[in-house]
Protein backbone atom coordinates (compact mmCIF):
# COMPACT_ATOMS: atom_id res chain seq x y z
CA UNK A 1 0.00 0.00 0.00
CA UNK A 2 1.68 3.56 -0.70
CA UNK A 3 1.96 6.13 1.74
CA UNK A 4 -1.13 8.15 0.33
CA UNK A 5 -3.21 5.16 0.29
CA UNK A 6 -2.56 4.37 4.14
CA UNK A 7 -3.00 7.81 4.84
CA UNK A 8 -6.84 7.95 3.10
CA UNK A 9 -7.39 4.65 5.21
CA UNK A 10 -6.10 5.97 8.13
CA UNK A 11 -8.32 9.29 7.56
CA UNK A 12 -11.42 7.57 6.45
CA UNK A 13 -11.35 5.13 10.00
CA UNK A 14 -10.75 8.43 11.92
CA UNK A 15 -13.48 10.09 10.58
CA UNK A 16 -15.85 6.72 11.30
CA UNK A 17 -14.94 6.50 14.60
CA UNK A 18 -15.65 10.02 15.69
CA UNK A 19 -19.17 9.55 13.77
CA UNK A 20 -19.77 6.35 15.64
CA UNK A 21 -18.62 7.83 18.70
CA UNK A 22 -20.87 11.21 18.02
CA UNK A 23 -23.75 8.91 17.11
CA UNK A 24 -23.83 6.94 20.61
CA UNK A 25 -23.10 9.85 22.52
CA UNK A 26 -26.72 10.87 21.23
CA UNK A 27 -28.23 7.74 21.17
CA UNK A 28 -26.73 7.33 25.25
CA UNK A 29 -28.22 11.16 26.02
CA UNK A 30 -31.33 10.41 24.49
CA UNK A 31 -31.75 7.23 26.60
CA UNK A 32 -31.13 9.17 29.54
CA UNK A 33 -33.85 12.08 28.74
CA UNK A 34 -36.19 8.90 27.70
CA UNK A 35 -35.41 7.75 31.44
CA UNK A 36 -35.84 10.90 32.53
CA UNK A 37 -39.19 11.27 31.26
CA UNK A 38 -40.65 7.69 32.90
CA UNK A 39 -39.05 8.27 36.22
CA UNK A 40 -40.59 12.27 36.56
CA UNK A 41 -43.78 12.11 34.16
CA UNK A 42 -44.69 8.63 34.96
CA UNK A 43 -44.34 5.68 32.15
CA UNK A 44 -48.33 5.59 31.54
CA UNK A 45 -48.24 9.77 30.45
CA UNK A 46 -47.96 11.13 26.95
CA UNK A 47 -44.50 13.42 26.42
CA UNK A 48 -42.30 14.09 23.12
CA UNK A 49 -39.16 15.84 22.98
CA UNK A 50 -37.92 16.92 19.84
CA UNK A 51 -34.85 19.00 18.80
CA UNK A 52 -35.08 20.89 15.94
CA UNK A 53 -32.90 18.53 13.48
CA UNK A 54 -35.80 16.53 13.89
CA UNK A 55 -33.51 13.70 16.60
CA UNK A 56 -36.32 12.40 19.00
CA UNK A 57 -34.87 12.55 22.77
CA UNK A 58 -37.70 10.81 24.11
CA UNK A 59 -41.30 9.33 22.98
CA UNK A 60 -43.51 8.15 25.54
CA UNK A 61 -47.45 7.66 24.73
CA UNK A 62 -46.25 10.18 21.42
CA UNK A 63 -48.91 9.53 19.49
CA UNK A 64 -51.96 8.41 21.48
CA UNK A 65 -54.33 11.71 21.31
CA UNK A 66 -55.55 13.26 24.73
CA UNK A 67 -57.44 16.06 25.82
CA UNK A 68 -54.87 18.81 25.48
CA UNK A 69 -57.03 21.51 27.51
CA UNK A 70 -56.05 25.28 26.67
CA UNK A 71 -52.70 24.03 24.84
CA UNK A 72 -55.79 23.72 22.03
CA UNK A 73 -54.76 27.64 21.83
CA UNK A 74 -51.13 26.97 20.29
CA UNK A 75 -53.51 25.37 17.39
CA UNK A 76 -55.50 28.47 17.42
CA UNK A 77 -52.70 30.57 17.27
CA UNK A 78 -51.14 29.34 14.08
CA UNK A 79 -54.61 28.92 12.24
CA UNK A 80 -55.55 32.79 13.07
CA UNK A 81 -52.31 34.19 11.85
CA UNK A 82 -52.23 31.65 8.84
CA UNK A 83 -55.49 32.50 8.12
CA UNK A 84 -55.10 36.58 8.70
CA UNK A 85 -51.58 37.35 9.10
CA UNK A 86 -49.28 38.95 12.02
CA UNK A 87 -50.74 42.60 11.37
CA UNK A 88 -54.43 42.13 11.51
CA UNK A 89 -55.82 44.61 12.86
CA UNK A 90 -60.11 44.41 14.07
CA UNK A 91 -62.33 47.91 13.58
CA UNK A 92 -64.86 48.80 15.90
CA UNK A 93 -66.42 52.06 15.00
CA UNK A 94 -69.14 54.14 16.01
CA UNK A 95 -71.73 55.74 13.84
CA UNK A 96 -74.31 58.75 13.86
CA UNK A 97 -77.45 56.75 13.36
CA UNK A 98 -78.89 60.26 12.40
CA UNK A 99 -77.97 63.82 12.33
CA UNK A 100 -75.73 64.90 15.26
CA UNK A 101 -77.30 68.25 17.16
CA UNK A 102 -76.20 70.81 19.79
CA UNK A 103 -74.88 67.85 21.55
CA UNK A 104 -77.91 65.40 20.98
CA UNK A 105 -78.27 62.12 18.22
CA UNK A 106 -80.90 62.21 16.84
CA UNK A 107 -81.02 58.63 16.19
CA UNK A 108 -79.25 55.52 17.49
CA UNK A 109 -75.59 54.76 18.13
CA UNK A 110 -74.64 52.45 15.46
CA UNK A 111 -72.03 50.14 16.85
CA UNK A 112 -70.21 48.49 13.78
CA UNK A 113 -68.28 45.59 15.07
CA UNK A 114 -65.50 43.35 13.53
CA UNK A 115 -64.91 40.94 16.31
CA UNK A 116 -61.96 42.51 18.43
CA UNK A 117 -61.30 40.00 21.28
CA UNK A 118 -59.56 42.82 23.25
CA UNK A 119 -62.28 45.10 23.33
CA UNK A 120 -62.48 46.39 26.18
CA UNK A 121 -63.75 49.07 29.38
CA UNK A 122 -60.61 51.01 28.44
CA UNK A 123 -60.98 51.11 24.73
CA UNK A 124 -64.79 52.07 24.77
CA UNK A 125 -63.83 54.61 27.31
CA UNK A 126 -61.04 56.16 24.99
CA UNK A 127 -64.08 56.08 22.78
CA UNK A 128 -66.29 57.72 24.91
CA UNK A 129 -63.90 60.60 25.49
CA UNK A 130 -63.62 61.28 21.72
CA UNK A 131 -67.45 61.70 21.72
CA UNK A 132 -67.11 64.35 24.38
CA UNK A 133 -64.51 65.96 22.50
CA UNK A 134 -67.33 66.29 19.73
CA UNK A 135 -69.60 67.61 22.32
CA UNK A 136 -71.63 64.42 21.84
CA UNK A 137 -73.62 63.53 25.46
CA UNK A 138 -77.27 62.26 24.62
CA UNK A 139 -78.61 59.78 22.20
CA UNK A 140 -82.20 59.45 21.53
CA UNK A 141 -82.33 56.26 20.37
CA UNK A 142 -80.66 52.89 21.73
CA UNK A 143 -77.01 51.01 21.01
CA UNK A 144 -77.48 49.21 17.74
CA UNK A 145 -74.81 46.49 16.83
CA UNK A 146 -73.70 45.57 13.43
CA UNK A 147 -71.73 42.58 12.94
CA UNK A 148 -70.06 40.77 15.95
CA UNK A 149 -69.24 42.82 19.24
CA UNK A 150 -67.07 41.13 21.35
CA UNK A 151 -66.84 43.25 24.92
CA UNK A 152 -64.71 42.45 27.59
CA UNK A 153 -64.13 38.83 26.93
CA UNK A 154 -68.00 37.80 26.15
CA UNK A 155 -69.94 37.96 23.42
CA UNK A 156 -72.54 41.30 23.64
CA UNK A 157 -74.93 40.80 20.41
CA UNK A 158 -76.79 43.56 21.43
CA UNK A 159 -74.49 45.92 22.58
CA UNK A 160 -76.25 45.61 26.32
CA UNK A 161 -72.57 45.67 28.56
CA UNK A 162 -71.42 47.97 26.09
CA UNK A 163 -74.68 50.21 26.60
CA UNK A 164 -73.87 49.84 30.47
CA UNK A 165 -70.52 50.98 30.45
CA UNK A 166 -71.11 54.15 27.95
CA UNK A 167 -73.79 55.33 30.67
CA UNK A 168 -71.32 55.50 33.32
CA UNK A 169 -72.54 51.99 34.95
CA UNK A 170 -70.02 49.44 34.54
CA UNK A 171 -66.32 49.30 34.63
CA UNK A 172 -65.29 52.22 36.67
CA UNK A 173 -62.40 50.65 37.80
CA UNK A 174 -60.88 50.97 34.15
CA UNK A 175 -60.76 54.74 34.21
CA UNK A 176 -57.75 54.62 36.43
CA UNK A 177 -55.90 52.87 33.45
CA UNK A 178 -56.68 55.27 31.25
CA UNK A 179 -55.70 58.16 33.60
CA UNK A 180 -59.08 59.71 34.42
CA UNK A 181 -60.73 59.59 37.28
CA UNK A 182 -64.08 58.12 37.46
CA UNK A 183 -66.59 60.58 35.56
CA UNK A 184 -69.31 60.67 38.80
CA UNK A 185 -70.83 63.76 37.65
CA UNK A 186 -71.90 62.46 34.48
CA UNK A 187 -70.04 64.96 32.31
CA UNK A 188 -67.93 61.29 30.09
CA UNK A 189 -70.64 59.12 30.16
CA UNK A 190 -73.54 58.75 27.24
CA UNK A 191 -77.27 59.40 27.90
CA UNK A 192 -79.92 56.84 25.90
CA UNK A 193 -83.60 57.82 25.63
CA UNK A 194 -84.22 54.97 23.65
CA UNK A 195 -86.77 56.77 21.87
CA UNK A 196 -87.84 55.42 18.12
CA UNK A 197 -84.79 55.55 16.53
CA UNK A 198 -83.60 57.06 12.81
CA UNK A 199 -82.51 53.25 11.30
CA UNK A 200 -79.80 54.12 8.87
CA UNK A 201 -76.10 54.33 9.62
CA UNK A 202 -74.19 57.39 8.29
CA UNK A 203 -71.28 59.53 9.53
CA UNK A 204 -68.56 57.65 11.52
CA UNK A 205 -68.01 59.21 14.82
CA UNK A 206 -65.27 57.43 16.26
CA UNK A 207 -63.53 54.07 15.55
CA UNK A 208 -60.97 51.82 17.66
CA UNK A 209 -58.61 49.96 16.19
CA UNK A 210 -57.44 46.50 17.94
CA UNK A 211 -53.59 46.05 18.66
CA UNK A 212 -51.90 43.74 15.86
CA UNK A 213 -53.30 40.26 16.04
CA UNK A 214 -49.55 38.97 17.10
CA UNK A 215 -49.54 41.12 20.21
CA UNK A 216 -53.37 40.28 21.30
CA UNK A 217 -52.95 36.45 21.24
CA UNK A 218 -49.74 36.70 23.07
CA UNK A 219 -51.39 38.41 26.01
CA UNK A 220 -54.05 36.06 25.51
CA UNK A 221 -52.24 32.63 25.40
CA UNK A 222 -49.98 34.62 28.58
CA UNK A 223 -53.50 34.52 30.75
CA UNK A 224 -55.13 31.45 28.26
CA UNK A 225 -58.15 34.15 27.84
CA UNK A 226 -60.98 31.33 26.17
CA UNK A 227 -61.94 34.75 24.38
CA UNK A 228 -59.91 32.33 21.72
CA UNK A 229 -62.99 30.45 21.13
CA UNK A 230 -65.36 33.54 19.84
CA UNK A 231 -61.64 34.94 18.25
CA UNK A 232 -61.43 31.33 15.52
CA UNK A 233 -65.25 32.44 14.39
CA UNK A 234 -63.50 35.28 12.23
CA UNK A 235 -62.01 32.34 10.37
CA UNK A 236 -64.58 29.80 10.27
CA UNK A 237 -64.67 28.11 14.00
CA UNK A 238 -62.99 25.09 15.22
CA UNK A 239 -63.31 23.33 12.46
CA UNK A 240 -61.36 25.59 10.05
CA UNK A 241 -58.72 26.01 12.90
CA UNK A 242 -58.88 21.72 12.79
CA UNK A 243 -58.14 21.99 9.17
CA UNK A 244 -55.74 24.34 8.55
CA UNK A 245 -53.59 22.72 11.55
CA UNK A 246 -53.93 20.02 9.58
CA UNK A 247 -52.24 20.75 6.59
CA UNK A 248 -49.48 21.91 8.52
CA UNK A 249 -48.72 17.87 9.56
CA UNK A 250 -48.17 14.87 7.91
CA UNK A 251 -51.32 12.56 7.04
CA UNK A 252 -50.79 10.00 9.67
CA UNK A 253 -51.21 12.86 12.21
CA UNK A 254 -54.88 13.80 11.34
CA UNK A 255 -56.72 11.39 13.87
CA UNK A 256 -54.11 12.93 16.57
CA UNK A 257 -55.91 16.36 16.06
CA UNK A 258 -59.49 16.83 16.78
CA UNK A 259 -60.92 20.37 17.63
CA UNK A 260 -64.44 21.23 18.33
CA UNK A 261 -63.53 24.19 20.93
CA UNK A 262 -60.33 26.57 19.52
CA UNK A 263 -59.93 27.65 22.84
CA UNK A 264 -59.67 24.31 24.83
CA UNK A 265 -62.85 24.06 26.85
CA UNK A 266 -64.49 21.97 24.64
CA UNK A 267 -64.65 18.07 26.40
CA UNK A 268 -63.84 16.31 22.82
CA UNK A 269 -60.64 18.01 22.05
CA UNK A 270 -57.68 15.52 21.37
CA UNK A 271 -53.80 16.56 20.59
CA UNK A 272 -51.28 13.82 20.93
CA UNK A 273 -48.02 14.71 22.15
CA UNK A 274 -46.27 14.72 18.55
CA UNK A 275 -48.86 16.37 16.38
CA UNK A 276 -48.33 19.28 19.93
CA UNK A 277 -44.83 19.59 19.09
CA UNK A 278 -45.20 19.26 15.25
CA UNK A 279 -47.53 22.70 15.84
CA UNK A 280 -44.89 24.45 17.83
CA UNK A 281 -42.58 23.85 14.65
CA UNK A 282 -44.69 25.14 12.39
CA UNK A 283 -45.67 28.13 14.75
CA UNK A 284 -42.33 28.82 14.74
CA UNK A 285 -41.58 28.46 11.06
CA UNK A 286 -44.15 31.22 10.22
CA UNK A 287 -43.36 33.28 12.89
CA UNK A 288 -39.85 33.43 11.64
CA UNK A 289 -40.85 33.97 8.02
CA UNK A 290 -42.84 37.57 9.65
CA UNK A 291 -39.03 38.24 11.17
CA UNK A 292 -40.29 37.00 15.10
CA UNK A 293 -39.85 34.16 17.15
CA UNK A 294 -42.24 32.15 19.64
CA UNK A 295 -41.88 34.99 22.01
CA UNK A 296 -43.68 36.98 20.21
CA UNK A 297 -46.92 34.60 20.43
CA UNK A 298 -45.97 32.44 23.41
CA UNK A 299 -45.24 33.26 27.26
CA UNK A 300 -41.84 33.26 28.75
CA UNK A 301 -42.22 31.07 31.87
CA UNK A 302 -41.22 33.36 34.89
CA UNK A 303 -41.31 37.12 33.14
CA UNK A 304 -44.34 36.92 31.04
CA UNK A 305 -47.73 37.88 33.16
CA UNK A 306 -49.89 35.36 33.32
CA UNK A 307 -50.14 31.09 33.86
CA UNK A 308 -45.95 30.78 33.03
CA UNK A 309 -45.44 33.31 35.44
CA UNK A 310 -44.39 31.29 38.42
CA UNK A 311 -43.50 28.27 36.51
CA UNK A 312 -40.16 27.32 37.15
CA UNK A 313 -39.18 30.90 38.15
CA UNK A 314 -35.86 30.43 39.86
CA UNK A 315 -32.95 31.89 38.23
CA UNK A 316 -31.79 28.95 36.94
CA UNK A 317 -34.49 28.34 34.80
CA UNK A 318 -36.62 31.85 34.76
CA UNK A 319 -36.45 32.79 30.93
CA UNK A 320 -35.59 29.43 29.11
CA UNK A 321 -39.38 28.21 28.30
CA UNK A 322 -41.52 29.61 25.74
CA UNK A 323 -44.75 27.70 25.58
CA UNK A 324 -48.66 27.05 27.00
CA UNK A 325 -49.83 25.67 30.04
CA UNK A 326 -53.19 23.99 29.46
CA UNK A 327 -55.52 22.83 32.46
CA UNK A 328 -58.65 20.87 32.48
CA UNK A 329 -59.22 19.68 35.66
CA UNK A 330 -62.77 18.18 35.43
CA UNK A 331 -61.98 15.90 32.31
CA UNK A 332 -58.23 14.77 33.79
CA UNK A 333 -56.18 17.29 31.39
CA UNK A 334 -53.19 18.71 32.81
CA UNK A 335 -50.38 19.68 29.68
CA UNK A 336 -47.46 22.04 29.29
CA UNK A 337 -45.59 22.69 25.51
CA UNK A 338 -42.93 24.74 24.77
CA UNK A 339 -39.79 25.29 23.13
CA UNK A 340 -36.71 25.77 24.81
CA UNK A 341 -32.86 26.83 23.09
CA UNK A 342 -30.32 24.27 23.99
CA UNK A 343 -26.74 24.00 24.10
CA UNK A 344 -26.25 20.39 22.76
CA UNK A 345 -29.15 20.34 20.12
CA UNK A 346 -30.03 23.81 19.25
CA UNK A 347 -33.74 24.54 19.89
CA UNK A 348 -35.71 22.18 21.49
CA UNK A 349 -39.72 21.19 21.24
CA UNK A 350 -41.53 19.38 23.62
CA UNK A 351 -44.92 18.76 24.82
CA UNK A 352 -46.13 16.88 28.22
CA UNK A 353 -49.93 16.02 27.91
CA UNK A 354 -50.71 14.47 31.50
CA UNK A 355 -53.92 12.55 31.46
CA UNK A 356 -56.04 11.28 34.87
CA UNK A 357 -53.52 12.48 36.88
CA UNK A 358 -54.74 15.38 39.83
CA UNK A 359 -53.79 18.74 38.46
CA UNK A 360 -51.23 19.79 41.38
CA UNK A 361 -49.39 16.80 41.05
CA UNK A 362 -49.38 16.99 37.01
CA UNK A 363 -47.48 19.98 37.86
CA UNK A 364 -45.07 19.14 40.14
CA UNK A 365 -44.19 16.15 37.74
CA UNK A 366 -44.02 18.23 34.48
CA UNK A 367 -41.49 20.75 36.31
CA UNK A 368 -39.32 18.15 37.91
CA UNK A 369 -38.91 16.95 34.02
CA UNK A 370 -38.43 19.86 32.97
CA UNK A 371 -35.68 21.01 34.96
CA UNK A 372 -34.11 17.77 34.28
CA UNK A 373 -34.40 18.84 31.14
CA UNK A 374 -33.00 21.78 31.00
CA UNK A 375 -29.99 20.82 33.12
CA UNK A 376 -29.96 17.51 30.25
CA UNK A 377 -29.88 19.82 27.55
CA UNK A 378 -27.79 23.24 28.79
CA UNK A 379 -30.88 25.05 27.74
CA UNK A 380 -30.37 28.72 28.34
CA UNK A 381 -32.93 31.96 28.46
CA UNK A 382 -34.76 32.97 25.60
CA UNK A 383 -33.16 36.99 24.27
CA UNK A 384 -36.62 38.20 25.50
CA UNK A 385 -37.54 41.19 27.76
CA UNK A 386 -41.40 41.45 28.38
CA UNK A 387 -43.61 44.86 26.98
CA UNK A 388 -44.15 47.16 29.47
CA UNK A 389 -46.96 49.02 27.80
CA UNK A 390 -50.56 48.00 28.75
CA UNK A 391 -51.66 46.31 25.61
CA UNK A 392 -54.76 48.66 25.37
CA UNK A 393 -52.00 51.55 24.74
CA UNK A 394 -51.26 49.48 21.19
CA UNK A 395 -54.96 50.18 20.13
CA UNK A 396 -55.79 53.41 18.28
CA UNK A 397 -58.53 55.77 18.87
CA UNK A 398 -59.18 58.36 16.31
Not at 108 to 117: F, H, N, Q, W
Not at 357 to 385: G, M, S
Amino acid sequence: MTRGLRHSAIVSFCLTCILCISFNTIIARAGTLQHLAATHLGADQGVFVEAEDGTILAAQLDARPVHPASVTKVATTLALIESLGDHHRFDTQFLSGGPVRNGNLDGDLVVRATGDPFFTFENAFLMLRKLNDLRLHEVKGDIRVEGPLIFNWKADPEGRRLKRALEGLDGGEAWRSIGMPHPQSGALTLRFLAARPQQTASDMLVQNRSPPLTTMVKALNGYSNNVFHLLSDRIGGPQAVEAIVRQHLPSTFSSEVIITNAAGAGESNRLSPRAAVAILWELRKKMRKFGKDLPAVLPVNGLDAGTLKIRLSDPRYRGCIVGKTGTFGSVGASALVGVLRSGKYGHVAFAILNSKVPVPEAKRRQDAFLRALIDATEAKPWDYAPEQKSIFEEAQVN
